[in-house]
């Protein structure tokens, strides 16, 4: 989960619609799909359009500290449904994940907090608008500040959202992550630079093409490359050197009788010791390398290729690296190289973040 662009999220709803904003949090089970799935809930359970959602961040609980780690996030949700029933649907949905209300701030499936309705104040004995706890949460105010600018004003406090991170000594204990793999997390807080191995199964790669035409070559390679400390293998069973047709592109089936092995044969040796990413440009490539094993799909055309990856990938729950290619021939780009590679990964980054 990320925001939908690069810049902090304030467009504004129709006058019909509120801007919400709700916190999600879990540290019992599988805590991301546990988010994801009542993501999916608030998203088709008639609460409103979901217009962005932040990162992922890992925090320590709090209040009752003798439990799991949380996993954290915020969204932004257009509603027109009033406070209270907005607060009653999402009550429905944190019964309906298995939520049951025992010892407060204890251990839960999920939790669903509002935490901002507009620029409203609600001070009712069941609810309170802005959530009168927001500004003392580092898990509420690092993601919160990936929606809203430094400059936003907290409704009843006058305090901006700068002024209020600034004052929890806790922020740097809250770590923003990616989950990956069988409940595996990338921490991007932790000054820790994640090494890639590549391993192209390929005849015809410039720098390493026929070296691992087998799944025995490409197990020992990849056992090579993980005691040289890489923390992600990336498959590829296409070549993209210079002078290739890349228009034509290889036969899907030939590319999967590449790589698909050589996912299994690296699972079986390694199980999940290691993370797998598949490069590749096509979608069910991407779909049949992650049934056999891998974590991620690294897609060098970034969508464009094939029209069906991107809502492959959402169905898959799998981490996307949308990369930008241009097909030999036609490299040059009238408006600068970096006005073009930005235009063109906004435009796919923001169409990912739909699917």
């Not at 009033?82 to 309906?96: F, G, M, R, V, Y």
């Not at 990336?234 to 050197?241: A, I, P, Q, Y």
């Not at 060098?300 to 690296?321: C, F, N, Q, R, S």
Request: hydrophobic share 35%; aromatic share 6%; glycine share 8%.
């Amino acid at each position: 989960m990320c925001p939908n662009s690069t810049q902090n999220s304030m467009t504004t709803p129709s006058a019909a619609l509120k801007r919400a904003y709700i916190a999600m949090g879990s540290n019992m089970g599988r805590r991301a799909q546990n988010i994801r799935r009542a993501l999916k809930c608030i998203a088709s359970d008639g609460l409103g359009a979901v217009s962005d959602t932040s990162f992922l961040y890992q925090t320590k609980a709090q209040y009752v500290t003798d439990q799991p780690d949380f996993l954290n996030c915020v969204l932004s949700l257009d509603t027109s449904l009033a406070p209270h029933d907005l607060l009653t649907k999402l009550n429905d949905i944190e019964a309906k994940m298995g939520r049951v209300r025992t010892l407060r701030y204890g251990p839960r499936p999920i939790d669903l907090d509002i935490l901002l309705y507009g620029d409203e104040v609600v001070d009712t004995p069941d609810l309170k608008i802005p959530h009168e706890r927001m500004q003392e949460r580092d898990f509420v105010l690092a993601p919160l500040r990936d929606l809203l600018p430094g400059h936003w004003s907290h409704p009843t406090l006058g305090k901006t959202l700068s002024q209020l991170t600034g004052s929890v000594q806790t922020m740097g204990e809250c770590h923003r992550v990616m989950p990956v793999g069988e409940d595996q997390l990338l921490d991007w807080d932790a000054g820790k630079t994640f090494i890639m191995g590549v391993i192209n199964v390929t005849p015809d790669s410039f720098s390493d093409g026929g070296l691992y035409d087998t799944v025995e070559k490409a197990v020992e390679h990849a056992r090579t490359l993980i005691e040289g400390g890489a923390d992600i293998l990336d498959l590829g069973g296409e070549s993209t050197r210079p002078g290739t047709n890349s228009l034509k592109g290889l036969d899907v089936n030939e590319e999967q009788r590449r790589v698909l092995p050589v996912i299994k044969g690296i699972r079986e040796t390694f199980g999940d010791s290691i993370l797998l990413s598949v490069d590749t440009r096509n979608a069910s490539t991407a779909r049949k390398a992650v049934e056999a094993g891998a974590d991620m799909v690294n897609d060098i055309w970034g969508g464009l290729w094939d029209p069906e990856m991107m809502d492959t990938v959402a169905d898959l729950e799998v981490p996307y690296v949308c990369m930008h290619m241009r097909p030999h021939g036609q490299e040059k780009y009238p408006g600068g190289v970096v006005n073009e590679v930005h235009k063109v990964l906004t435009t796919q980054v923001q169409a990912a973040m739909k699917a």
